[in-house]
């Protein structure tokens, strides 16, 4: 990515949220996964300067996104639902 240098310089916030010139889009099992999908360009509307891209998940990073899910439901079901309640709050 040819402009994520100079972003990282006139956006320093990037960096320091831990973005990259490519970043993963998928999240399942407690970590981010770079997905097989398309690579989404983040533009400046103001200027149309690239700042940064985002993979995106495909079919398959969808069923893995919900294989994981159905794993973790078990665990939140059995949790006291006042604990649940902290959570969500």
């Not at 690579?39 to 509307?45: A, E, G, I, K, T």
Request: charged share 25%.
């Amino acid at each position: 990515m040819r402009h994520f240098s100079s972003s990282l310089k006139k956006y320093p916030f990037l960096k320091e949220l831990g973005l990259k010139a490519k970043n993963a889009g998928v999240y399942h099992s407690g970590e981010h996964h770079m997905g097989g999908g398309q690579l989404v360009q983040s533009v400046n509307p103001a200027t149309g300067e690239e700042i940064l891209a985002v993979r995106m998940g495909n079919a398959t990073d969808y069923e893995n996104c919900v294989s994981s899910m159905e794993s973790e439901r078990k665990k939140w079901m059995t949790l006291p639902i006042p604990a649940r309640g902290e959570i969500v709050r």
